[in-house]
């Protein structure tokens, strides 16, 4: 007998499991229950996210419980003052964030902590905000981001608003680890209308709306030109997601007036009818945006994800085509406009600093040099980045300014501690009214950062494989390339290898290994002759093994041919060890 037909036989005569519950586990098919058991769905750093169904390694009542009693357990254990803290809970429009949402906030109620649960589905942004503001000493979001419909999550946060650290989501693991009846556990906990009663129990709405909202529109750097450019055609898409009211509250707030939203996709829908794959980096998720603003003559295109902490962004040419733009493309506009902006303003501080990270594009390497501004490096995830936010700014001397990583995640300004598209869209509408007064558009302005530090081609490559054998297959092909280094990708020159798991790094043309200064993680860095570049790791959130790659050259064309050729090489190899 397997690990999983124990678990699952198990859950089967557990006296406690509803009987509907119990006449699904008794349809599974042999290959169901092998998935659905075979394992824990695991608590990262991210928390959970899995497939919504029954079982272990699935996102449901259960899991769900077990891992709120686990961070329940854990913050309980911290003392009467952050209990008293307590935490921040929302949730998007996915199946079962709500309900989910609220067992999480009995949960916490039951064990004495304080809880503040969103009156409404809100986005990241305002659940990171939300911790800060109200001083809580964490937060919980219901959310599987950009994932397809199957999906939900249990984010985790801590009082920073940043997504749980290692250290500490390895505690949180601990206690939840100790929890071996979830169908016992589910069943214990009292109904809403008896906790509800309680005065641990709270509710947050407009009061958090209205602060957020103030911060956000502080850090605008010329709200007069939007006034003048108030006409400016916007299309905004919350792709059936959390993003609809306050992206649109802002920009109007903000002064614009002439905003169209995509009425297929605006209103929450756990089905997202219209973007099975509702990320704003998948071009097919914007078709419909895109034919509306071609309709309505518009200048941009902005969509968010279902929890809009990415921000999708097309842009129109002088030609008047319509361009979807690259998460690096956008996150190198907004740092260009951001450090030009309040540089001219004269309010771009000494010792301040940029964020991006390891797998992200060389170019803001150049932009930040061009301000005088320091760039910082951290591995994907904006823990990491909330990191050096607070080593640098927080608890330093240096001034933060702008964070982005290649998938679509930006943030402005330190109020938030999460990738942030709210206040990212606030910005991008402005930077297009200050193009506008120049007689440009947004195209232009990348177009001028490519003339002033070369054009920068950049790839983001997903290699799927789903299921039990596709993650041995992804954890195989790393192990291979890792094990044999450069030799792996002989054809090409690489003069250093940046190991995270083994914290090193390897100079090819010395021989010498020094070790790495940063967190353990399963990702290999490559720097090649000439300043090209990629990297591989493994998604902490979906079934792939991603590869990202870049080149610079003195133009567009150039960089692209280039680019094909890397990728030739990089991605054929690693396919062929995924297959092995």
């Not at 169908?183 to 709405?205: C, D, F, N, T, V």
């Not at 319509?322 to 902006?341: E, M, P, R």
């Not at 501080?349 to 594009?361: G, H, I, P, R, Y």
């Not at 200064?517 to 300043?531: C, F, P, R």
């Amino acid at each position: 007998m397997t690990r999983a037909q124990k678990i699952y036989q198990e859950w089967l005569e557990n006296p406690q499991l509803d009987p509907e519950d119990r006449q699904q586990l008794q349809a599974m098919s042999a290959e169901e229950i092998e998935e659905a058991f075979y394992q824990d769905l695991q608590f990262g750093t991210a928390g959970l996210r899995g497939v919504l169904g029954l079982g272990t390694n699935r996102m449901n009542y259960y899991t769900v419980a077990q891992a709120a009693e686990g961070f329940a357990r854990y913050l309980a254990g911290k003392g009467a003052d952050i209990k008293k803290r307590g935490i921040a809970i929302s949730y998007d429009s996915r199946h079962f964030s709500p309900e989910f949402a609220e067992l999480a906030a009995r949960i916490f109620v039951h064990h004495g902590i304080q809880v503040r649960l969103s009156d409404e589905l809100r986005p990241v942004p305002l659940l990171s905000y939300a911790i800060r503001h109200f001083n809580c000493a964490g937060g919980i979001m219901i959310t599987a981001s950009h994932n397809p419909k199957a999906y939900n999550g249990f984010k985790a946060y801590g009082e920073d608003g940043g997504q749980l650290p290692g250290e500490v989501s390895d505690q949180v693991s601990a206690e939840i680890a100790q929890i071996t009846d979830p169908i016992a556990l589910y069943h214990s906990i009292p109904s809403r209308a008896i906790l509800e009663k309680q005065s641990s129990w709270l509710m947050m709405g407009q009061d958090l709306d209205q602060a957020y909202d103030q911060v956000a529109l502080a850090h605008t750097i010329r709200p007069d030109l939007v006034v003048k450019h108030r006409d400016l055609s916007i299309v905004y898409s919350p792709l059936h997601g959390a993003g609809n009211k306050p992206v649109r509250r802002l920009l109007a707030q903000l002064g614009f007036t002439n905003i169209s939203v995509v009425p297929e996709q605006e209103l929450p829908n756990g089905d997202f009818p219209t973007a099975p794959y509702p990320n704003p980096e998948a071009r097919e998720a914007l078709e419909l945006g895109i034919q509306l603003a071609e309709e309505k003559k518009a200048d941009l295109l902005i969509a968010t994800d279902p929890d809009a902490d990415r921000l999708g962004l097309a842009c129109r040419t002088q030609a008047g085509d319509f361009v979807v733009l690259s998460g690096n493309q956008i996150g190198c506009l907004l740092l260009d406009y951001i450090l030009g902006a309040k540089q001219a303003q004269g309010t771009l501080e000494a010792n301040s600093f940029a964020v991006s990270t390891v797998v992200s594009s060389r170019l803001p390497d150049a932009i930040c040099d061009y301000y005088g501004v320091q760039l910082y490096r951290t591995l994907t995830g904006y823990k990491n980045i909330a990191t050096v936010i607070q080593d640098h700014d927080d608890e330093g001397q240096e001034h933060f300014q702008f964070a982005y990583e290649e998938s679509f995640g930006y943030l402005v300004g330190k109020f938030v501690r999460d990738k942030d598209a709210v206040s990212a869209a606030l910005l991008v509408g402005e930077m297009a009214a200050v193009a506008a007064e120049a007689g440009e558009t947004v195209y232009d302005r990348l177009q001028r950062i490519y003339q002033r530090h070369g054009y920068a081609a950049e790839k983001t490559i997903s290699l799927v494989r789903e299921g039990m054998e596709g993650q041995e297959r992804i954890k195989g092909a790393m192990q291979i390339v890792r094990a044999s280094k450069a030799e792996f990708f002989a054809p090409l020159r690489a003069e250093r290898i940046s190991d995270f798991a083994g914290s090193e790094v390897l100079d090819l043309k010395t021989d010498q290994t020094t070790p790495l200064d940063q967190d353990k993680s399963d990702v290999l860095v490559y720097e090649l002759a000439g300043g090209d570049w990629f990297a591989t790791r493994p998604s902490g959130t979906e079934p792939k093994l991603k590869i990202y790659m870049g080149v610079t050259r003195p133009d567009q064309a150039t960089a692209e041919k280039d680019l094909a050729k890397l990728e030739h090489i990089v991605a054929d190899k690693i396919k062929a060890a995924l297959d092995r």
